[in-house]
């Protein structure tokens, strides 16, 4: 599998997160390519700052294909579709945002999620786009809550560990106030710190939304070389 990563934002920093994370989990043979934005925001938190992302992907993905790069799969690095319809059609590939590839992951592990992230405003925005996914993946299944924690906090800012730390902490939360029993750990900046075991009384399972790009990817390789 040929892999192409869009980052449809401008930040280096997030492309290179992408890039350690998913160059964990390939296997023989899988090659990586993250591409990141070469205009727009640094920041995407907002239905504006989608509409910018999406077309800066878009861009991206057709500066890619002019230099006849090869890659079979596309996943968009952002917790949210900022038109990834739109991107396969134009790359002629199968694509997945990081949203669209956790809500299938998470509808095999359970029905009711939970999402942790980062940046308050995504608590208004994530339900009626993990309503909008679940259609458009057909699978069954519910956001039950969001839990966010702010990147900018003195307390954790540039310090992955302290983020790790407050991420498995709003995963217990969710486990065990909010009664999920499936917990997405959605963002590209947040690829790789979500907790490796089960949490809360139950022990309820924990994806890491990168992660599972990757996964549904693969699917995607296999189904589409099927004849």
């Known amino acids: 599998m040929r892999l192409l990563v869009l980052n449809p934002n401008t930040s280096r920093a997030v492309s290179?997160?992408?890039?350690?994370?998913?160059?964990?989990?390939?296997?023989?043979?899988?090659?990586?390519?993250?591409?990141?934005?070469?205009?727009?925001?640094?920041?995407?938190?907002?239905?504006?700052?989608?509409?910018?992302?999406?077309?800066?992907?878009?861009?991206?993905?057709?500066?890619?294909?002019?230099?006849?790069?090869?890659?079979?799969?596309?996943?968009?690095?952002?917790?949210?579709?900022?038109?990834?319809?739109?991107?396969?059609?134009?790359?002629?590939?199968?694509?997945?945002?990081?949203?669209?590839?956790?809500?299938?992951?998470?509808?095999?592990?359970?029905?009711?999620?939970?999402a942790v992230t980062a940046g308050a405003g995504w608590r208004t925005l994530l339900p009626d786009m993990f309503a909008t996914a679940i259609q458009a993946q057909a699978v069954r299944g519910s956001l039950v809550s969001v839990r966010t924690f702010e990147t900018q906090d003195p307390a954790i800012a540039g310090d992955p560990p302290r983020m790790q730390a407050e991420i498995g902490r709003l995963a217990q939360l969710c486990a065990d106030e909010d009664h999920a029993d499936v917990i997405i750990v959605g963002g590209a900046g947040l690829g790789g710190l979500a907790p490796t075991a089960p949490v809360g009384r139950n022990g309820i399972t924990v994806l890491d939304s990168v992660m599972c790009g990757l996964h549904i990817a693969r699917e995607l390789m296999v189904r589409g070389s099927q004849p």
């Open 16 to 114: 290179d997160r992408l890039r350690t994370v998913l160059s964990s989990g390939l296997t023989s043979g899988e090659q990586l390519r993250v591409d990141t934005a070469a205009s727009g925001l640094p920041y995407i938190g907002d239905v504006a700052a989608m509409a910018v992302g999406a077309q800066a992907a878009r861009a991206r993905l057709r500066d890619v294909m002019a230099e006849d790069h090869r890659f079979d799969v596309v996943v968009l690095g952002c917790f949210a579709d900022l038109d990834t319809t739109g991107l396969q059609a134009l790359a002629g590939r199968p694509a997945v945002s990081l949203l669209g590839a956790s809500v299938r992951m998470a509808a095999r592990a359970g029905q009711r999620w939970s």
